[in-house]
């Protein structure tokens, strides 16, 4: 009985969990920034000038972009990485680079995400099946796609050339986009060359 109710405990906890996390984590687009909590996050620097900030509070210490957003990085505090089965910092159990831009209120505009080129070659190898995970959580109907060209230097892995587009809309506020890519460039079949990576973007939509 005692079993029985730990379980029911712990099953009932994981789909709380997901029912109350943000898009990532304890972010959210449109969040207040200067309100949140940077608790759980370290290593904040600016996108483009690569300057250290000691909290996405800083943001407009960094460079404005055209569109309007002031663009950091940063990464997990491995002291909360709780769910993570790898050290750093990570999305649906792939290793990422992080970006986050923010609007002259300091709302959460952006959140950008890459598949990290330089995790270890068993994470790289599967990047682009991060697209699974993501549609697990927005739903796999409703996205537009579009699919590109093969390159001539691009050589196809399997039976399926994958390099692709697609976007959805998630509700009046938020969307959502995802770049998948998976094939050898330079015309090569080494690891080397191996192009494996996935981008996902969750912006706000122009409202």
Known sequence: MKFHNFLLFSV???????LI????????INAD???LSDRGYINFKCRSSNNKISSWKEYKKCPL???GSYFIKLEYDEKFA??????GTQVAGHPVLMYLGIDEKGLLKIIDITTDPS???YFRKQAHLMWLRIYGKYGSEGWNCKNFDKK?????????Y???SCEKKIDKIRSVSVETKFFFKNKKKDKENLVSATNLKIFRNNI
Do not use: C, Q, W
């Not at 009932?12 to 969990?17: A, C, D, E, Q, V």
């Not at 709780?82 to 050290?87: I, V």
């Not at 001539?152 to 399926?160: N, R």
């Open 12 to 18: 009932l906890f994981f789909y709380t969990s997901i």
């Open 21 to 28: 996390s943000g898009d990532i984590r304890t972010l959210n």
């Open 33 to 35: 920034m200067n309100n």
């Open 65 to 67: 972009s055209e569109d």
């Open 82 to 87: 709780f769910n993570e089965n790898f050290e």
């Open 119 to 121: 995790a270890p070659f």
């Open 152 to 160: 001539d230097d691009h050589v196809v892995i399997g039976k399926k």
């Open 162 to 164: 994958i390099n692709r």
